[in-house]
């Protein structure tokens, strides 16, 4: 029996742990939620994940609700001795858990802040600029990032930067990544995620329709 992924691809955390189950050949039964409907606070789901919140993913042994854990919840168990995206060296894998603390605690809670006020209370241009800000010194702190490593963790990928991205392509969205700005995490982004084999399946595809969504709400001009 598959596990299952209930998911809004909409979402960035959905979209890094889809990233993470197509690098690693993971096979899954999508189960889709759609947040735009309210299906997140349906009775059905609720008994599944009472947060209400995508990703969730369900094996034999375990209900997963937080996308850092379902990813290395998948390494370890699905990983088929991978170890490059979740490494074993314990100095990089605590720098790894390091940076998904990061995107959980402090990059994801700037995104969603922002583009949850966009669609929810149809926030204004002059309303949108003061979420830019905050966006702005995020992104400052990722180019120190990768002014230290030439990922967001390591010197190789790891689930970190599946984490990152589906963020900072969203948050393009409000305050484009323009080289001139942010040389390193420009590069990072177009030159190594962007050229992964799946991400304009996975993140792109869901971005655009997040994008879709926001547009109808908001007199800022999106960057489409």
């Not at 809004?8 to 959905?14: E, N």
């Not at 979420?131 to 190789?156: G, S, W, Y």
């Amino acid at each position: 029996m598959k596990p299952e992924l209930y998911l809004d691809r909409r979402s960035p955390p959905v979209r890094s742990v889809l990233m993470l189950i197509q690098a690693l050949g993971i096979e899954v039964e999508e189960k889709i939620i759609d947040l735009s409907k309210g299906e997140h606070f349906g009775e059905s789901f609720l008994k599944i994940n009472s947060c209400h919140t995508v990703p969730t993913f369900r094996d034999s042994k375990i209900t997963l609700t937080d996308s850092h854990c379902i990813l290395i919840y998948l390494c370890e168990n699905y990983g088929k001795g991978n170890n490059l995206l979740w490494p074993s060296d314990p100095y990089q894998r605590i720098q790894v858990l390091s940076k998904l603390f990061y995107s959980g605690t402090l990059l994801f809670r700037r995104d969603s802040d922002a583009i949850g006020q966009i669609i929810i209370n149809k926030l204004k241009k002059e309303q949108v600029e003061e979420h830019a800000v905050k966006f702005r010194e995020q992104f400052d702190i990722l180019e120190n990032f990768l002014t230290e490593n030439e990922f967001i963790a390591c010197d190789t990928m790891t689930i970190a930067d599946f984490s990152v991205v589906t963020i900072v392509s969203t948050m393009d969205m409000i305050v484009p990544v323009v080289v001139e700005s942010w040389p390193k995490l420009h590069n990072w982004w177009f030159n190594h995620m962007k050229k992964l084999p799946f991400y304009e399946k996975v993140n792109q595809d869901g971005l655009n329709a997040l994008k879709e969504w926001a547009k109808q709400s908001t007199d800022f001009k999106i960057n489409m």
